[in-house]
């Protein structure tokens, strides 16, 4: 398998990405998995001619129950899992209930594809480009059994904004041929390349992670297979189900350095966030200012460009001066995050906040 593996890591070479700085190629968990921030686990045993599904199941739960216990005893617990290898939502329930240390709602399993055909075909019927449509919803499996859902989906045209049944003006094609079109996409490529989906695959992979990374748009959601435990939906518990889901995120990157005399103690505190919410700012700004941070002054500097904000806090803390140590407490999403500095040290925190979106009126979520 590694002159396998040597080949992929020619092709990613020569792609000359812009982000990428090391390829590690290996066959060893202890090593692959070893402090992963994101895991996307694509290897699946495939169902072969004359195979019944029990014996696909059993080839899967034995990979699957590997990947997860690898994880679990290799991976940061913070790591985000993406199961792509069929069928993907047992794999992903599989690989979950091997790694217990790791909370649930960091497994999903990728029904992006299956919501970016849904896009496609209502943006190819209505004669816009994709960007156009949004909130398609993917319900239940990446399968056949999916439900593609448009009843909450706009689509934009010249500039308004239009319900999908008023854009597309075809409830028939909506309701019968599209469902079949988006259930069955997947055996249609199989069918005229004699091979599964590779590029749509792959760039619906790039879209799931930058949405689990970055959020979903303002307005927006997208479809992912996630834990269904404490939906109000009223699926069933304990499956991995494909839901509307919004992601918000609340990060922040800290990095404390010293950068003063052991006499007057400076520090800079530069925290560095892709959430575009002013609400943090004024957190952060009140959190520094209350009287548990006796002799710290606080400073902001705020610029904000290309979706990404940057606050610094000058630190003058006297009391802590002969030490030349500055205790900072960070209390975010109802945690304590506490970072020190011996001159230079990084903190990283990053939390995510995944919520189903109630899209019928008599449900709410709270």
């Not at 047992?90 to 909370?103: D, E, G, H, R, Y």
């Not at 990283?348 to 906040?353: G, L, Q, S, Y």
Request: hydrophobic residues 45%; aromatic residues 8%.
């Amino acid at each position: 398998m590694l002159p396998v593996l040597e080949g992929v890591v020619m092709e990613l070479q020569d792609c000359a990405l812009p982000l990428l700085r090391d390829i590690v190629a290996t066959d060893k968990e202890e090593v692959a998995f070893k402090d992963l921030d994101v895991a996307i686990l694509v290897g699946s045993m495939p169902r072969k001619e004359g195979m019944e599904r029990k014996d696909l199941l059993k080839a899967n739960v034995a990979i699957f129950k590997s990947q997860g216990a690898a994880l679990d005893k290799y991976a940061k617990k913070t790591v985000k899992v993406l199961v792509v290898g069929n069928p993907a939502n047992t794999n992903c329930l599989i690989a979950a209930k091997s790694a217990p240390s790791i909370p649930k709602e960091n497994f999903s399993c990728l029904t992006r594809l299956d919501h970016n055909r849904a896009r496609s075909q209502v943006a190819i019927r209505c004669g816009v480009p994709a960007t156009q449509v949004k909130n398609v919803i993917i319900w239940g499996n990446h399968s056949s059994t999916q439900y593609p859902d448009v009843h909450h989906c706009k689509v934009n045209m010249s500039g308004s904004e239009l319900a999908c049944f008023d854009a597309v003006k075809d409830d028939a094609w909506l309701k019968g041929d599209f469902i079949a079109t988006v259930q069955q996409r997947g055996a249609a490529v199989i069918k005229a390349r004699k091979l599964s989906s590779a590029m749509s695959a792959a760039k619906a992979i790039c879209d799931h992670m930058r949405d689990i990374w970055f959020g979903t748009p303002e307005g927006e959601f997208t479809s992912l297979g996630i834990y269904s435990t404490g939906n109000s939906y009223a699926v069933p518990e304990d499956l991995i189900y494909s839901f509307p889901v919004q992601i918000k995120i609340l990060a922040v990157f800290i990095s404390v350095i010293t950068i003063g005399s052991t006499k007057n103690g400076h520090a800079l505190l530069y925290i560095h966030t892709i959430a575009r919410y002013s609400w943090m700012w004024n957190f952060l700004f009140l959190l520094f200012r209350k009287p548990s941070f006796p002799g710290v002054r606080v400073s902001i500097c705020h610029s904000q460009y290309g979706g990404v904000a940057d606050v610094s806090f000058l630190l003058d803390n006297e009391a802590n001066a002969a030490s030349n140590r500055v205790r900072l407490s960070l209390a975010i999403n109802h945690r304590k995050y506490v970072a020190k500095n011996d001159w230079f040290q990084k903190f990283h925190h990053r939390k995510e906040a995944l919520s189903l979106v109630p899209v019928c009126p008599s449900l709410e979520l709270h």
